[in-house]
């Protein structure tokens, strides 16, 4: 039996959960008729999606035909429930979920994180804001079918649920993973069955999920779908993946883009960053070890605790930027020589971490310089290309040697928006199940 059932209120958002799915590798079937498919088919799929083209009907009847099909699509393989809703909070939210909490039974809880980064659709202080503007102040207030006049998540859940809701906020994010889990406890202690979220970004949807996790709460997911698929993403693994994986960014470039990139990328996830003071890989070889070493050791130390590593030349500061002349007149030697002594430095820094710590099986490198000496380093005979994450940003993995099958994405310093490599460290959580 498929491990996630995702019940949504109209095909193309099933549609577009499944996608987000798939991407992630899980095979999924959306079925439209399960009077045409035998249940015995959905065995081959770790992801069943059923649309009940329920958002512009009556409350009850939307409530019926949800419990319906919740009820043919429950069991006990499944391992997360969901019922996509609209991005915009268009339809019987409620009624639906409320349905799902019945056919499930007591035991369990709607948590809502009804946020779709990409598309701009976020939740902050507890109102639904869309491209910046509260949704009521949207084009969606005048939807001719189901016009949605409130910004507010938490009172539309409340005006047509039977439930009790209560709505947790950015601040309460802030303090981690265990602190949320346990305030979804007093939530449910204090009688609530929904639960609605403040989230922004990716991160508060990883952080909601880990939350959800460490809660030993019973859920369904209440969202447009990228909660879905970041909660499967923690608790569908396929089992060639079981193994934990961690990330790693090496990043030479001084391009300023890359600055704003590295920045972003600090305050959206979770990381450990080191920096390579740069200088000193050209002073001479005793220091260029020592801090090689210095470098490699202290991620070792700390990616128990990291998921993502970065390690970052102190060069995308300019008051660290080195001027190369004085090292070519003192080594006689060229400019290239010069800056290919630093690429080797930080392609040796990333050997030594993955050869020491196998759970790195991600790699994300940006500078055109610092790549190739890194898949030299690695002895690999090339790239097996997968796909674009981004333009100019491909994704891939090492070919035949010691380190075959490691993921790497690769992107030149200058390419991309401010999100750049978050969106390229975000498609390595995915593709490795982090």
């Not at 949800?66 to 409620?94: A, E, F, H, P, Q």
């Not at 993403?233 to 030479?252: D, H």
Request: overall charge negative; charged content about 25%.
């Amino acid at each position: 039996m498929s491990q996630c059932v995702v019940i949504a209120d109209d095909l193309t958002g099933a549609n577009a959960t499944g996608v987000l799915l798939k991407k992630m590798n899980y095979e999924a079937y959306t079925v439209m008729n399960t009077e045409r498919i035998e249940l015995s088919t959905l065995t081959d799929c770790d992801c069943v999606l059923y649309p009940t083209d329920s958002r512009g009907i009556e409350p009850k009847m939307a409530y019926n035909r949800v419990y319906n099909v919740c009820s043919l699509l429950k069991g006990d393989d499944v391992k997360v429930y969901s019922k996509r809703i609209d991005s915009t909070l268009r339809g019987n939210l409620g009624s639906e979920t409320d349905a799902m909490l019945d056919c499930l039974g007591d035991d369990y809880i709607a948590v809502a994180a009804p946020c779709f980064p990409s598309s701009g659709r976020i939740v902050a202080g507890g109102y639904m804001l869309v491209g910046g503007l509260p949704l009521h102040k949207t084009d969606i207030a005048i939807d001719p079918k189901t016009p949605v006049k409130i910004s507010e998540v938490a009172v539309l859940f409340d005006e047509q649920s039977r439930y009790k809701v209560s709505s947790i906020q950015l601040k309460d994010l802030m303090h981690g993973k265990h602190y949320l889990a346990d305030l979804m406890n007093q939530c449910v202690l204090s009688g609530s069955r929904i639960i609605v979220l403040d989230c922004i970004t990716q991160e508060d949807l990883d952080l909601i999920a880990d939350a959800v996790i460490t809660s030993g709460l019973k859920v369904v997911a209440v969202d447009p779908g990228v909660f879905t698929a970041t909660l499967a993403r923690k608790l569908i693994t396929p089992s060639q993946k079981k193994e934990k994986s961690k990330i790693l960014a090496v990043v030479g470039s001084v391009n300023p883009n890359t600055t704003a990139q590295m920045k972003e990328l600090w305050l959206s996830q979770r990381t450990y960053n080191v920096f390579v003071n740069t200088r000193e890989l050209l002073e001479s070889k005793g220091r260029r070890e020592a801090e090689t070493s210095r470098v490699a050791e202290e991620i070792l130390n700390e990616c128990g605790r990291n998921a993502v590593c970065t390690v970052t030349g102190d060069g995308i500061y300019p008051e660290n930027r080195i001027d190369f002349k004085p090292y070519m007149e003192r080594y006689n030697c060229s400019m290239d020589e010069v800056t290919g002594m630093i690429n080797g430095a930080f392609a040796e820094i990333t050997y030594r971490i993955f050869k020491a710590e196998p759970t790195f099986r991600g790699l994300y490198t940006s500078g055109g310089d610092v790549t190739v000496a890194v898949c030299e380093r690695f002895d690999t005979a090339g790239l097996s290309l997968k796909d674009e994450v981004l333009p100019l940003a491909a994704y891939g993995q090492f070919l035949k040697g010691e380190f075959e099958g490691v993921h790497i994405i690769t992107k030149g310093g200058s390419q991309g928006g401010r999100d750049a490599i978050n969106q390229c460290i975000t498609y390595l959580k995915e593709k490795l199940f982090i």
